[in-house]
């Protein structure tokens, strides 16, 4: 089974940047798209950024949107930067896979933890 390592996340101050990273524990599944998604306590888990393995597009979320980037290398790791970081940024940060054939992120990793200081 293949299994999504998230690594990256920690405190950090309002207006610092961060990278996550996600590495897979096989490089022989199949994905249409790779992604990361966040939860902040008490509020429901919403993507934040996407990208789709045939051809790279790349969606973002309005609230990250211009201060974001997702980024893949061919050994299903995928990346996430977020500039000048805010308190409303604080959550868990999962990464998750759909693989060819399912209709929805099927694969999800255990979470990084982000805390923006204010």
């Known amino acids: 089974q293949v299994q999504l390592v998230e690594s990256g996340g920690g405190l950090v101050q309002t207006g610092d940047s961060l990278r996550l990273s996600c590495a897979a524990s096989?490089?022989?599944?199949?994905?249409?798209?790779m992604a990361w998604f966040r939860q902040a306590p008490g509020k429901e888990r919403e993507l934040v950024a996407s990208?789709?393995?045939?051809?790279?597009?790349t969606y973002y979320a309005d609230s990250v949107k211009g201060r974001s980037s997702i980024s893949r290398d061919l050994a299903y790791r995928i990346y996430l930067r977020i500039n000048t970081l805010k308190p409303d940024d604080t959550a868990v940060y999962y990464c998750?896979?759909?693989?060819?054939?399912?209709?929805?992120?099927?694969?999800w990793g255990q979470g990084t933890q982000v805390t923006v200081s204010s």
């Open positions: 990208i789709r393995w045939s051809n790279g597009d």
């Open positions: 998750a896979a759909q693989r060819i054939g399912a209709t929805r992120y099927d694969v």
């Open positions: 096989t490089r022989t599944f199949s994905v249409t798209a």
